[in-house]
């Protein structure tokens, strides 16, 4: 009997000691609903954008509700003055979307971060008015409402309203991302701004400011923010502060309606963002290499599913550097380069036996900048609409630049052009001229906004914050779904790694992954770095079940929250 006991505790210990191991993960579901999801980067984004649901509001009410509270809650990424995508799926099946990124001003020059020696000057890139673009955001929600919106604006606005002058209360994280970007507020600005504090998890800021501009837009509208007294005060700041931006800029801009990127990946449509986002174009070149191949029987981040993932992705990372931009300025061969012969053409001398180095396929030589400094949410309403949004300001807080007038960051947009070619951005991804800098041109992007059909019906909406890889983050977040038969939380808590052609090397999630693994990827070639990527996106997701309910995915990286009913 004691061995028997023995035997058993030994069992106990050794399945307990599985359980807590740094390379497996817990299987958990996340936040379930039977009629209406919302997901982002705030709780208190969610609550407002389902109350408005539960008003009778649709999905694109709740867009522009969670949005403008995102700019409340979350002004790390959230934003009024940022831009973003939006990528929709009606319950009749019609699909769109929606660009609202940032433009270049009118007054913006190709050498314009260039000194007198040609060398590329990256903190007017990035820091101060000269990096801001033209702000979409505004521009972006009132266009989807005006479309396809049900609710007065005035009620949508008025819970986004009464939070600003409530105030939110600061998290952790937030604690811990102001203090670390403190430095570059008190150098970017010339008065002190409100987050310019000492503020601590628990305190509570109020933003009055940017809830007497949100009042304007509830009374006027989009014209509220790019005409009249905002745009004056807006352009004047900018321009007392060494930027370029004007009036007559924010008046002309507008927000673009695209037609998606939709490709198939075994039984699944995905509808992704076009350009000037790369990420439809290279989610699909990615998903569209590896079908071929058995990712179920490889098993889950295995030696082969890594291997097979990680030289789609070089291949993707590659193409994008050399041909995508914005497609009013150039000519994007969209459907070469989804085309099944092109793509295994480029798969053609890969080898399971060792790495295809970098260096053997063309463009270019980077560095690479993790950064999370965007942010997701995911909508789907009791009506069976469904979008999936993302919204950024580029770098964390943007330029660094407050409005104190106005209550909100401007953005650092103009780094996501290519100033001078063969120079890596602040994510380290390279361009070449498609996407160099011209009046009123829109900057390149990596987010991937993304809704999955299955068998005709929506099963997933799914994006992710994370610079450059943000393309990838989506993209292993579909395959846990699809191909290794996870939940939505599941999928989004599982490790994740990236890479994306240069560096040659494999950014992982550290100590989350098997050691044997590791190795074995080692000995053939493969460079990995667990160093520089203690994050890698913060996904949010909402899945649709076989009995019709909905699981959100809310990443436990960040703050990220899903309501639902």
């Given at each position: 009997m004691k061995?028997?006991?023995?035997?058993?505790?030994?069992?106990?210990?050794?399945?307990?000691?599985?359980?807590?191991?740094?390379?497996?993960?817990?299987?958990?579901t996340g936040v379930m609903a039977q009629n209406a999801m919302v997901v982002s980067a705030r709780k208190e984004a969610s609550l407002i954008g389902t109350s408005i649901l539960k008003q009778g509001g649709n999905v694109f009410d709740a867009m522009m509700a969670t949005e403008l509270a995102l700019a409340v809650a979350y002004p790390f990424a959230g934003n009024l003055g940022g831009g973003g995508f939006m990528v929709y799926r009606l319950n009749t099946g019609d699909i769109g979307?929606?660009?609202?990124?940032?433009?270049?001003?009118?007054?913006?020059?190709?050498?314009?971060?260039?000194?007198?020696?040609?060398?590329?000057?990256?903190?007017?890139?990035?820091?101060?008015?000269?990096?801001?673009?033209?702000?979409?955001?505004?521009?972006?929600?009132?266009?989807?409402?005006?479309?396809f919106g049900t609710l007065p604006i005035a009620t949508i606005l008025e819970p986004v309203i009464a939070l600003a002058k409530k105030g939110v209360v600061v998290t952790e994280k937030q604690a811990r991302r102001l203090h670390e970007k403190r430095p570059l507020f008190q150098q970017v600005n010339t008065d002190t701004i409100i987050f310019d504090a000492d503020w601590k998890a628990n305190d509570t800021i109020r933003y009055p400011a940017l809830a007497h501009t949100l009042e304007t837009l509830s009374k006027e509208g989009k014209d509220g923010f790019y005409k009249g007294e905002i745009a004056k005060t807006l352009a004047q700041f900018i321009q007392d502060n060494g930027g370029i931006i004007t009036e007559l800029d924010l008046e002309k801009y507008e927000a673009v309606w695209r037609t998606p990127v939709v490709f198939n990946y075994d039984d699944l449509k995905i509808i992704s963002m076009s350009p000037p986002s790369s990420g439809g174009i290279c989610l699909g070149q990615i998903m569209k290499m590896i079908e071929p191949y058995d990712l179920t029987a490889f098993g889950h981040n295995s030696t082969k599913?890594?291997?097979?993932?990680?030289?789609?992705?070089r291949r993707a990372y590659a193409d994008r550097s050399y041909y995508l931009g914005d497609p009013d300025f150039v000519d994007i061969p969209s459907e070469?380069?989804?085309?099944?012969?092109?793509?295994?053409?480029?798969?053609?001398?890969?080898?399971?036996?060792?790495?295809?180095?970098?260096?053997?396929?063309?463009?270019?030589?980077?560095e690479l900048v993790e950064s999370n400094e965007t942010t997701h949410y995911s909508i789907v309403d009791q009506f069976g609409n469904a979008i999936a949004v993302t919204t950024t300001l580029n770098g964390a807080y943007g330029s660094k630049l407050y409005c104190s007038e106005l209550g909100f960051f401007l953005n650092n947009e103009m780094d996501d052009f290519s100033s001078k070619p063969g120079e890596p951005n602040m994510f380290g991804l390279i361009g070449a001229e498609a996407n160099s800098i011209a009046p009123q041109k829109r900057m390149?992007?990596?987010?991937?906004?993304?809704?999955?059909?299955?068998?005709?019906?929506?099963?997933?909406s799914v994006g992710t914050p994370g610079g450059s890889t943000i393309i990838t983050c989506v993209l292993q977040t579909i395959l846990n779904v699809h191909d290794y038969k996870m939940g939505m939380q599941e999928a989004v808590n599982a490790p994740r790694f990236h890479h994306q052609w240069l560096p040659d090397e494999i950014l992982m999630e550290p100590y989350k992954f098997d050691r044997k693994t590791?190795?074995?990827?080692?000995?053939?070639?493969?460079?990995?770095?667990?160093?520089?990527?203690?994050?890698?996106?913060?996904?949010?997701?909402?899945?649709?079940?076989?009995?019709?309910?909905?699981?959100?995915?809310?990443?436990?990286?960040?703050?990220?929250?899903?309501?639902?009913?």
């Open positions: 061995s028997i006991t023995y035997i058993l505790i030994l069992f106990l210990t050794f399945t307990a000691c599985k359980q807590t191991s740094p390379h497996t993960t817990k299987v958990v979307a929606l660009d609202y990124r940032e433009k270049a001003p009118m007054a913006a020059t190709k050498d314009m971060y260039l000194d007198e020696n040609g060398n590329f000057t990256s903190d007017k890139s990035t820091l101060g008015a000269l990096a801001i673009g033209v702000p979409g955001t505004v521009a972006g929600v009132f266009t989807a409402h005006q479309k599913s890594i291997q097979i993932i990680t030289e789609a992705e070469e380069l989804l085309s099944d012969s092109y793509l295994k053409n480029r798969m053609a001398n890969v080898s399971f036996e060792k790495a295809t180095p970098s260096s053997s396929l063309s463009h270019g030589n980077v390149l992007s990596s987010m991937t906004p993304t809704i999955v059909e299955k068998n005709g019906e929506f099963y997933m590791i190795s074995e990827l080692e000995q053939k070639g493969y460079l990995i770095n667990e160093k520089d990527a203690p994050v890698i996106g913060r996904v949010d997701g909402i899945l649709k079940l076989k009995n019709g309910t909905y699981e959100a995915g809310a990443d436990f990286r960040g703050d990220d929250t899903a309501i639902g009913f």
